[in-house]
């Protein structure tokens, strides 16, 4: 099976830009979820979506949002960059987010913003 | 209180020695608990998860729960340099989200040839 897809995999962007990342789960799973990881704050979650519905936010500003498509792939939009948000952007995904499930990660999107 | 906090490391062992990597979570609903390793450049990758109390065991991985101390530790017997990486300890069904990953802020191991 293929694993999760992201792209693109580099972008640099200037500030007051927006930008949309894309993420293609591994076939048959369902649920997605996208974190943001900086040296400074670690990995911290942003949403899940499962069935095109986002079932749980983080505490990111509203300028982070994301959607699914009725394929599963999702994609995430941060609009008005800052500085701030230069990290890497990872996607994962698991058959139905369940509690037990191992979520998947993808190689990640990194994001520059100058 | 940090929701999962891991010893803040680096950690640096010798080829062949038992590394102890060390992870406390402060939601005591938490009900999934995974061990992730990155590698520096790379996304992570599942090492090993554990849902009950004891351990759970996989090659030279021991993964080891305790619930009541709000406690999990991973073992990595017989390091290997390629085992060099952050290690990320993740948590699951914490804040009342079933659905999110809850992290720690990683360990770096260093296994020293």
């Known amino acids: 099976k293929a694993g999760v897809t992201q792209t693109p995999r580099y972008l640099i962007k200037t500030r007051g830009q927006q930008v949309t990342l894309s993420c293609s789960p591994i076939?048959?799973?369902?649920?997605v979820s996208w974190y943001q990881q900086t040296p400074g704050q670690g990995l911290q979650f942003l949403f899940e979506?499962?069935?095109?519905?986002?079932?749980n936010k983080g505490n990111f500003p509203g300028r982070f949002s994301g959607r699914q498509f009725s394929n599963s792939r999702s994609e995430m939009n941060v609009s008005t960059l800052e500085l701030g948000d230069s990290a890497l952007y990872l996607c994962?995904?698991?058959?139905?987010?369940?509690?037990?499930?191992?979520?998947?990660f993808g190689p990640g999107t990194r994001l520059l913003v100058l | 209180q940090k929701e999962v906090e891991q010893n803040s490391g680096p950690l640096s062992v010798p080829e062949g020695a038992i590394a102890s990597l060390n992870c406390t979570y402060s939601?005591?609903?938490?009900?999934?608990f995974f061990w992730y390793r990155q590698y520096s450049g790379k996304s992570p990758e599942l090492i090993m998860s554990?849902?009950?109390?004891g351990d759970k065991e996989d090659g030279r991985f021991t993964a080891q729960l305790n619930k009541a101390s709000q406690y999990v530790s991973l073992l990595i017997r017989d390091s290997q340099p390629s085992d060099s990486a952050t290690y990320l300890c993740a948590v699951k069904g914490s804040g009342g989200s079933n659905y999110k990953l809850t992290f720690g802020k990683g360990t770096l191991l260093t296994v020293n040839p």
């Open positions: 076939s048959g799973h369902r649920s």
């Open positions: 979506y499962f069935s095109e519905t986002q079932r």
């Open positions: 939601d005591r609903v938490s009900q999934s």
């Open positions: 994962a995904s698991s058959p139905s987010g369940g509690l037990s499930e191992t979520q998947y």
């Open positions: 554990i849902y009950s109390n």
